[in-house]
């Protein structure tokens, strides 16, 4: 796996057409700013509540898998030609982390699960090469669930409270 140390966070690259033609860390940037801007264009709260999650619970930065996804009972990523399993991968960097974003088709719609950092997955395919289909990306938070989009803003303050407390 290709690991690119940016700015805003860690990209991991498994087999994925787009990772295979990053040559720089200036191209993995340019790819990670892409991504975020995916994941959380029309969502700018959840990048919110992710960074104000991060403060509260000592964790700064993302980590970004972008590989080939597939499902055979379990949701796998490939890298190297080998199926690993996502959750696998997660529980390897959950911690290291705020937010945990996961570039890699679903299209067993699985939902993994984390202790410590928020995920974010998309629901199904994501295609990249006409952009055709934009998955709807869930933001699975330790302890809480799934917050939705008309819940946000309320979790959003109750994270602020906890910081002002602490």
């Not at 940037?29 to 700018?44: M, P």
């Not at 055709?132 to 699975?140: K, M, T, V």
Request: a negative charge; one cysteine or more; hydrophobic letters at 30%.
């Amino acid at each position: 796996m290709r690991t690119f140390t940016l700015g805003q966070g860690d990209l991991y690259l498994g087999d994925h057409e787009r990772g295979d033609r990053l040559e720089s860390t200036n191209d993995a940037q340019d790819f990670l700013d892409e991504k975020l801007d995916q994941f959380f264009g029309n969502a700018h709260e959840y990048r919110a509540y992710i960074d104000l999650y991060g403060r509260v619970h000592g964790l700064e930065k993302y980590a970004l898998l972008a590989a080939h996804g597939d499902t055979n009972g379990e949701w796998v990523y490939l890298d190297g030609g080998k199926e690993h399993a996502v959750q696998s991968w997660i529980n390897k960097v959950d911690g290291d982390y705020s937010g945990l974003l996961l570039c890699v088709c679903n299209p067993g719609s699985h939902t993994p699960n984390s202790a410590k950092s928020i995920l974010l997955v998309p629901d199904s395919d994501i295609d990249y090469r006409t952009g055709e289909r934009d998955p709807i990306f869930s933001l699975l938070v330790p302890k809480v669930g799934e917050l939705y989009s008309y819940t946000v803003g309320y979790e959003l303050e109750q994270l602020r409270k906890q910081l002002d407390e602490s």
